[in-house]
């Protein structure tokens, strides 16, 4: 299990502190918690467009592997 949520978070942070007309309040990478092993996870948002439906449906796809160092963060599925 890497620490690079947290990480990359602290420097996203510091690379846009001060580029905004106001204070960064907070700043958050799409994530998500596992509940069976209580670790934070990082997922895309899927956006779904349906046929003569103004209103986008959207589904995320989990990242088995960290997209920032490749470390493994789901177990394989049983
Ligand atoms: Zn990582």
Known sequence: MCNCIAEVTKKLREHYDGKFK????????QTYIDFNSGRLGTYTEVKIALVDQKKVETA???????????VRLREKEA
């Open 22 to 29: 106001k204070p960064i309040e907070s700043l958050q990478l």
């Open 60 to 70: 995320s796809l989990v990242h088995t592997f960290c997209p920032f160092c490749g």
